[in-house]
T-cell receptor, first 116, second 112 residues
């Protein structure tokens, strides 16, 4: 069985300061991990994915995440927050490729607030 | 452009009515999914389909029904048996060649 825990339901940072969104996972297999972003009343957009290649993964809009197997973590970071980063972020784990509902497990989301 | 299209964007349902949410994809993906999203609860799986003419219940299938007559289409019907249908509904698809899922823009359903 696999699970995902997003450690913060809300994170508030000032514009121009670093962003850290925390995600821990558990998986019986070598997992693939994803971060998605959701703006209000929109679908989910893939930010980045880890698929057992480089442990430091770069995504869109300046985000990156580091896969740490020893800590079972996949935290999302960005050096400098922008107002447009305000959104809901989801950490997702998959322990196999392709179809099948139990291939994807979603965290409950972290709401990122950017203070001007 | 390839993608997933959900319609309508907003939908209102009266008590006791069935309503159908549309989901169409032109990505040639085999698997399609319906999720329900409520504030603070993340995404919960309603139904999924890995192949045409076959589908499986997810975690919260009661009060919902689906069909998969064509590869590109996976409509969701919210029946009168669903007692609390007000939510944001997301459709997704996935290919055996890709591990990530691709999402539509969602349908917000409100009971009036």
């Amino acid at each position: 069985a696999q699970s995902v825990t997003q450690l913060d339901s809300h994170v508030s940072v000032s514009e121009g300061t670093p962003v850290l969104l925390r995600c821990n996972y558990s998986s019986s297999y070598s997992p693939s991990l994803f971060w998605y972003v959701q703006h209000p009343n929109k679908g989910l957009q893939l930010l980045l994915k880890y698929t057992s290649a480089a442990t430091l993964v770069k995504g869109i809009n300046g985000f990156e995440a580091e896969f740490k197997k020893s800590e079972t973590s996949f935290h999302l970071t960005k050096p400098s927050a922008h107002m447009s980063d305000a959104a809901e972020y989801f950490c997702v784990v998959s322990d196999r490729a392709g179809g099948g509902a139990d291939g994807l497990t979603f965290g409950k989301g972290t709401h990122l607030i950017i203070q001007p | 452009d390839g993608g997933i299209t959900q319609s309508p964007k907003y939908l209102f349902r009266k008590e006791g009515q069935n309503v159908t949410l549309s989901c169409e994809q032109n990505l040639n993906h085999d698997a399609m999914y319906w999720y329900r999203q409520d504030p603070g609860q993340g995404l919960r799986l309603i139904y999924y389909s890995q192949i045409v003419n076959d589908f499986q219940k997810g975690d919260i299938a009661e009060g919902y029904s689906v069909s998969r007559e064509k590869k590109e289409s996976f409509p969701l019907t919210v029946t009168s048996a669903q007692k609390n249908p007000t939510a944001f509904y997301l459709c997704a698809s996935r290919s055996t060649g890709y591990i990530e899922a691709f999402f539509g823009q969602g349908t917000r359903l409100t009971v009036v």
